[in-house]
Nanobody, 125 residues
């Protein structure tokens, strides 16, 4: 069992930066691939970035590559999403999630068993 709590969302102007944090609890955190997803009103939940348990592999959605960076600290049970050069289209609720280790997918929300409550990110133009 993994519990996840996101923080760091807020209102920022276009071109600005935010750093999202996800605090995890549970004994198995370090064994999970972790993902950041987002969901805008009327849209499906989509993967923004994911990081494997040892940080050996990183995955990004095409539209955030070069702007967002995912990282983790297993000792602190934390996952981060540094978001730079934010655009109004980045506005969404951002969720932290822990992937089922037996799932073949990294990008599908259905591959993730545990979810945080989400944090709102609003980018004004």
């Amino acid at each position: 069992q993994v519990q996840l709590v996101e923080s760091g969302g807020g209102l920022v102007q276009a071109g600005g930066s935010l750093r999202l944090s996800c605090a995890a609890s549970g004994r198995t955190f370090s064994s999970h691939t972790m993902g950041w997803f987002r969901q805008a009103p009327g849209k499906e939940r989509e993967l923004v970035a994911a990081i494997t348990s040892s940080s050996g592999n990183l995955y990004y959605a095409d539209h955030v590559k070069g702007r967002f960076t995912i990282s983790r600290d297993n000792a602190k049970k934390m996952v981060y999403l540094q978001m730079n050069s934010l655009k109004p289209e980045d506005t969404a609720v951002y969720f932290c999630a822990a992937r089922n280790p037996y799932s073949a997918s990294v990008r599908s929300p259905s591959a993730y068993d545990y979810w945080g409550q989400g944090t709102q990110v609003t980018v004004s133009s």
